[in-house]
């Protein structure tokens, strides 16, 4: 997930960057609001097809935020589940001396493993690209090269990214990478939402509600869910000179419901 970093005089931000900050940045729309929603209620299911799924993250975390209840269903059910790690997170306590950024990016890099580990991720079939955090956009095309190489190289029938119209810079240019690749190997690209539950608010014009689809998940994969976002402890609890949270219980709620939620494009859109 990652903060999406602090809007500054000097950094070149533009203004659209700049709202998209203050969006993230601003308190989110709370989870009892989305659950007395009924507009997910006409949102057709949606199933994996056969084959390899190449699951790509911008953060250690947003895979199993986004993705991790699937991904954890499709492991037990014998699948090959890649995951890939475009950077390693190291930006989401600035100014922290107990978590400085290559310290961090170590700790994030052991999170995700114990989360891939509990979700049954083959060892194997993990991929880190190794981008600097919140450099993704200025990294898009070598991001693209090697979501297509590792695309071609599984045989992928299925890869899913963080929503391009996240909010989030990173988010956003993972999606497109991964979009740009997934067209160029011909292959079907579904996006998860990770920051959109927080910016949005049900029915909002913003987001295209229409391409979005359901995938329900089972007791045990929910539970699984949960055990790999406790791993996260970078993310989920304060440090002691960094006092706020990244992802408190109230945002962790967004990703703990029973299904998850992926949008599919179409040529229709
Ligand atoms: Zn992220």
Not at 54 to 65: G, T, Y
Not at 103 to 112: N, Y
Not at 169 to 189: C, F, N, P, T
Not at 249 to 267: D, I, M, S, W
Request: charge should be negative.
């Amino acid at each position: 997930m990652a903060e999406p970093g602090r809007p500054s005089g000097g950094s070149g931000m533009g203004n659209d960057r700049r709202a998209a900050a203050e969006a993230i940045q601003a308190p989110g729309t709370e989870e009892s609001l989305w659950a007395a929603w009924a507009g997910w209620d006409q949102w057709d299911e949606v199933a994996v097809p056969e084959g390899p799924v190449v699951v790509l993250a911008a953060h250690p975390d947003d895979e199993v935020l986004g993705f991790g209840g699937t991904s954890g269903g499709l492991t037990s059910a014998g699948r090959q589940v890649h995951v890939v790690t475009v950077t390693d997170g190291e930006g989401s306590h600035p100014g922290s001396r107990l978590m400085p950024p290559p310290v961090l990016a170590q700790a994030r890099r052991a999170e995700l493993a114990e989360a891939l580990d509990v979700l049954g991720v083959d060892r194997q079939l993990r991929h880190r690209l190794g981008v600097a955090d919140m450099r993704v956009a200025e990294e898009e095309a070598h991001v693209c090269s090697q979501v297509e190489k590792v695309l071609r190289n599984s045989g992928a029938t299925l890869c899913v990214a963080p929503w391009s119209g996240d909010l989030h810079s990173d988010h956003e240019a993972a999606g497109r990478a991964a979009r740009a690749a997934a067209s160029a190997v011909g292959i079907e690209l579904w996006q998860y939402p990770v920051w959109m539950w927080h910016w949005a608010v049900p029915d909002d014009p913003r987001v295209p509600w229409r391409s979005f689809h359901r995938l329900p998940l089972a007791p045990e994969e929910l539970a699984r869910k949960k055990s790999a976002l406790r791993c996260f402890r970078t993310q989920i609890a304060p440090l002691d000179d960094h006092a706020a949270v990244i992802l408190p219980p109230e945002e962790l709620a967004h990703h703990q419901r029973p299904f998850e939620t992926v949008l599919v494009e179409t040529e229709s859109g």
